[in-house]
């Protein structure tokens, strides 16, 4: 891990190249304004917008009780609710997403091979890089393992091995289903040791390829049949999107979010710096995103709606949690500003993408809310680096 320190080291830019731009004024703003604003949203939320009631949440209005069960009837239940159940695996593994995972990943492995052999053939015998893809894989099971055990220490499974949960239990799938989604978008940016390569757009597609791997094996017919698989996938299936839960992720969620990724390194790739600009990217989508479920759950009392992909069913979120990704979107640029090249594109960062992203994580529909984060941050990112000078 010494050599992934010494990595994000040298692709963060020196501060003293900048430095003697920075002014007492400056430095004061680089505090100042996320206090001014954790502090205006405190106000709005608790002082001007008082919550329309003090219970904690939605499901206690509508009687239900502790440690019941609750299943949507059909896809057309008005809003579901984190724990909520509203669905199950009965259907035929052959006639879900599965079979298209499993096939995508199959053209997605031919293509990749192609390319390798194409642009970057010396990369097959680098077995630095192979090694370090391996180390990566196994990092990812790791933190699904984990969060699969912690599932089940808090929870309860059925024959099958599905955990079963109730929308006013105090654990939810959500947090741990959260450490997992990090995980996949942030391993694959880390090199647990130096690798010699030109570090190019297709070496980072191979990372995030074998990331997908990782979830290839959680299918309905692996993870039913071995016990290790369905502990992982106990770690993510939130039972209010079940039976979509692998497709919802990996469709709506990790696939175009990993490709938007991969463009933004091509896109960024002559610029200095640019993958420390691809870590604050990911950081800022997914630290914002995790912590905006968890803290909704625990202190939300403004909820409101929002679709989900494919069927007519609505979800709930609350302003709370959006304000969570406000505010990581201007304490991070704050906490990483040596990443720019100067203190000018700090402060645009900081005051055009938290409004930006919190209003697209608002409006995104339910699981599809990180790959417009990435896209609408990546958009900011880019902007603030070529055209603020």
């Not at 040298?10 to 190249?17: F, I, L, V, Y």
């Not at 599965?98 to 052999?117: E, H």
């Not at 933190?143 to 105090?170: E, H, P, Q």
């Not at 647990?192 to 299918?219: M, S």
């Amino acid at each position: 891990m010494e050599a992934a320190a010494r990595q994000l080291n040298e692709t963060t830019s020196d501060p003293t190249t900048w430095a003697d731009q920075w002014t007492a004024v400056s430095t004061t703003g680089l505090v100042v304004l996320p206090i001014l604003s954790l502090a205006a949203i405190v106000i709005l939320l608790r002082v001007v917008y008082k919550p329309a009631s003090e219970l904690k949440d939605a499901a206690n209005r509508k009687g239900a009780g502790y440690g019941a069960i609750h299943y949507a009837d059909d896809e057309d239940s008005d809003i579901i609710y984190a724990g909520y159940v509203a669905g199950n695996y009965s259907a035929p593994w052959t006639s879900t997403f599965d079979v298209f995972f499993l096939g995508g990943m199959f053209v997605f492995a031919i293509a990749l091979v192609v390319c390798t052999s194409a642009l970057q053939p010396v990369l097959w015998s680098n077995h630095k890089f192979w090694s370090a893809q391996a180390f990566k894989v196994f990092g990812m099971l790791v933190v699904s393992t984990l969060a699969g055990f912690v599932c089940r220490r808090f929870s309860i499974v059925d024959d099958k091995g599905y955990i079963i949960t109730s929308i006013n239990s105090a654990f939810k799938v959500n947090y741990t289903r959260k450490c997992q989604h990090f995980a996949a978008y942030l391993i694959p940016l880390l090199n647990p040791w130096e690798v010699e390569t030109d570090d190019t757009p297709l070496e980072l597609a191979w990372a995030y390829f074998l990331t997908l791997v990782c979830f290839l094996v959680l299918i309905q017919p692996v993870r039913e049949r071995f016990v290790w698989c369905m502990l992982q996938f106990n770690g993510l299936d939130r039972p209010e999107d079940r039976p979509h839960t692998l497709q919802w992720l990996v469709a709506g969620d990790l696939l175009p979010g990993f490709l938007f990724l991969v463009g933004f390194k091509m896109l960024m790739f002559d610029v200095d710096n640019a993958n420390s600009l691809l870590l604050l990217l990911v950081l800022v989508t997914t630290i914002g995103d995790g912590l905006a479920e968890p803290v909704g759950i625990a202190w939300g009392r403004h909820k409101y709606s929002t679709p989900s992909c494919v069927s007519t069913r609505r979800y709930s979120r609350t302003l709370e949690g959006s304000a969570c990704v406000f505010m990581s979107a201007m304490v991070l640029p704050a906490l990483l500003h040596a990443y720019f090249a100067n203190v000018a594109q700090v402060f645009v960062t900081m005051v055009v993408l938290p409004p930006l992203v919190t209003y697209a994580e608002a409006t995104a529909p339910h699981t599809m809310d990180t790959p417009i984060l990435i896209v609408v941050a990546g958009a900011v990112l880019y902007g603030a680096v070529h055209y603020v000078v």
